[in-house]
């Protein structure tokens, strides 16, 4: 299940990646402080509609345009002209998967959600259950680490007993 904010906070990052925008750039395009806008796209908290406001003015757009599913990404031409400039400089930039976010908790919450696992499972369950580019650029303990995150709690449980040095889980119904 995507909530709300989730897909917002997947917009806000479409938007930075179409661009080659690093997250502190486009949260000085936008006023923010790096963390601050770090925040929203790693989902610490609801969504801000002030900060994403500032955000969409940094491409140009108005908040609700930006938020619409069905609003286009513009073309780098109708940017305005700061976040033109620093996005023609990173155009030509070639990003690996390992420097990208490879957006893993919405990978996890598909693998959760495909009724494709045992009834307890490990961190290493899941990780090999994610696409081949995915494993090769993350370690299982990068999946130990987003499901012990807030996002998961409601989600998947801890069982208390462990296969091999790994932890076992189970969802949470």
Not at 1 to 6: A, F, L, V
Not at 144 to 157: C, G, K, L
Request: a positive charge; glycine letters at 2%.
């Amino acid at each position: 299940m995507i909530t709300e904010n989730n897909r917002i906070r997947a917009i806000i990052k479409q938007y930075r990646e179409h661009y080659k925008l690093t997250q502190n750039e486009i949260a000085k395009l936008s006023g923010l402080t790096q963390s601050a806008y770090s925040a929203i796209e790693i989902a610490k908290g609801n969504i801000d509609f002030d900060k994403t406001n500032c955000i969409a003015q940094a491409y140009g757009i108005k908040l609700w345009d930006f938020i619409n599913p069905s609003t286009t990404i513009p073309e780098i031409k109708n940017l305005p002209n700061a976040t033109r400039a620093i996005a023609l400089l990173n155009k030509d930039k070639i990003i690996s998967i390992a420097k990208t976010d490879i957006n893993l908790p919405q990978r996890i919450m598909t693998i959760l959600n495909c009724n494709k696992l045992p009834e307890q499972f490990t961190s290493s369950d899941i990780w090999k259950m994610l696409p081949i580019e995915v494993r090769d650029s993350i370690k299982t303990t990068r999946v130990t680490d987003a499901i012990s995150r807030e996002a998961f709690r409601n989600i998947i449980a801890f069982t208390g007993q462990k296969r091999g040095k790994e932890k076992l889980y189970q969802k949470i119904e």
